[in-house]
């Protein structure tokens, strides 16, 4: 059923693809909005699939993405899969009149996602990305008040998610490897403070990065360090690591009037969030800032619902869910200035044939025992 078809009383049918450990934070949001039902899983593994099912009471129970598809009448399903399947799975959604809600990273490259919008905008259906940083009332504040210039023009921004991931998380047999994640640190992990910074900013105008790696015995990088100008002109450096013993995910933002900063790990609250005035600010102007009295902390629940009251409204899909490719480009910046040792811009991303089907870039490598690169 399509986004301009859905009557608002009907209660919508959704399916989950992958039965990991995000996709409980799904099955939990669905459950706790009553206008949508989880009616059928899907997992390769019948173990984790019947214990998945049986905990959130799930009828249809499939091995496959595609048995899925074909037994079940559906308004939504939910990607909860590896990367690399979403391609794949998205378009077999579109195929089968599904509107699509898919985990991040969304796509392995800029084509892939492409292919993926081009399915969706074909068919009509609704392609939901995944980014619940964007999510939270906090979060939505700010963004009014840089929207409407109470806190005068944005200059200067930081980005860090600085996490920690040890062998163990790499013992996973697709993790640490180019053609199971598609990218390192920088798209598993850091992909979501800098699309957190972009949705507050807007869009970027150049990339100029470096890759490493550091210590772990992955293909991809651990570390990356970015400049990042942004098209209003701010400046922002971002770094993305799994080698952070004290891990914070953290965004600053210096304004003409304020800094803005949110500090936390995974999912941030009012109390993450924090505006420091300007000297010469006046107190009445600092109050206008305040924070809602009414907080929703960020995550899977209020994203999930802006795709429910879209679906059930017949309206396109919010901001809090669109915009997948300006973080895949990012990123993908990242990836092909570390390579080409020189800064990226939007248009000379579009015509990089390298770095529009794949990630792959030139990793720096300076663990202990490998030989440092000449520069060139």
């Given at each position: 059923?399509?986004?301009?078809?859905?009557?608002?009383?009907?209660?919508?049918?959704?399916?989950i693809v992958g039965t990991g450990a995000v996709a409980h934070l799904h099955a939990q949001a669905l459950a706790a909005d009553p206008r949508i039902d989880l009616v059928a899983v899907s997992?390769?593994?019948?173990?984790?699939?019947?214990?998945?099912?049986?905990?959130?009471?799930?009828?249809?129970?499939?091995?496959t993405h595609a048995e899925l598809l074909a037994a079940e009448t559906l308004d939504l399903v939910i990607l909860c899969t590896p990367p690399d399947l979403h391609r794949e799975q998205t378009l077999d959604a579109f195929a089968a009149g599904v509107n699509v809600l898919c985990e991040k990273p969304p796509a392995l490259s800029l084509a892939e996602l492409d292919d993926m919008q081009s399915?969706?905008?074909?068919?009509?259906?609704?392609?939901?990305?995944?980014?619940?940083?964007?999510?939270?009332?906090?979060a939505a504040h700010v963004k009014r008040l840089l929207d409407t210039g109470a806190l005068g023009r944005p200059l200067l921004a930081q980005c860090q998610t600085l996490w920690l991931r040890q062998d163990d998380y790499y013992a996973v047999d697709w993790r640490g490897t180019w053609d199971g994640e598609g990218g390192g640190t920088t798209l598993g992990h850091g992909i979501h403070q800098m699309d957190l910074l972009a949705h507050l900013l807007g869009d970027w105008a150049e990339v100029d990065a470096r890759v490493w790696r550091l210590a772990r015995d992955?293909?991809?990088?651990?570390?990356?360090?970015?400049?990042?100008?942004?098209?209003?002109?701010?400046?922002a450096t971002a770094v993305s690591s799994v080698l952070s013993p004290r891990e914070t995910s953290y965004v600053r933002l210096d304004t003409e009037l304020a800094t803005v900063e949110v500090e936390h790990l995974y999912g941030h609250s009012?109390?993450?969030?924090?505006?420091?005035?300007?000297?010469?600010?006046?107190?009445?102007?600092?109050?206008?800032?305040?924070?809602?009295?009414?907080?929703?902390p960020s995550g899977h629940e209020p994203l999930v619902r802006a795709v429910v009251d879209a679906?059930?409204?017949?309206?396109p899909m919010p901001d809090l869910v669109t915009h997948a490719r300006r973080p895949l480009e990012l990123v993908t910046a990242i990836y092909a200035s570390a390579t080409h040792r020189r800064p990226v811009t939007p248009t000379s991303l579009d015509t990089d044939a390298r770095f529009r089907t794949s990630l792959r870039a030139d990793i720096t490598d300076l663990r202990p025992g490998t030989a440092v690169p000449t520069p060139t």
């Open positions: 059923m399509t986004p301009s078809t859905t009557p608002a009383a009907v209660t919508l049918r959704a399916a997992n390769r593994n019948a173990s984790r699939r019947t214990a998945f099912a049986d905990t959130y009471d799930v009828r249809g129970r499939y091995a399915a969706a905008d074909a068919s009509g259906l609704a392609f939901a990305i995944v980014f619940q940083q964007r999510t939270g009332t906090a992955i293909e991809m990088e651990d570390a990356s360090t970015a400049v990042i100008r942004f098209a209003n002109g701010v400046v009012g109390d993450s969030w924090r505006i420091t005035p300007a000297r010469g600010v006046g107190e009445e102007q600092v109050a206008s800032w305040a924070f809602p009295s009414q907080d929703e679906l059930v409204a017949g309206t």
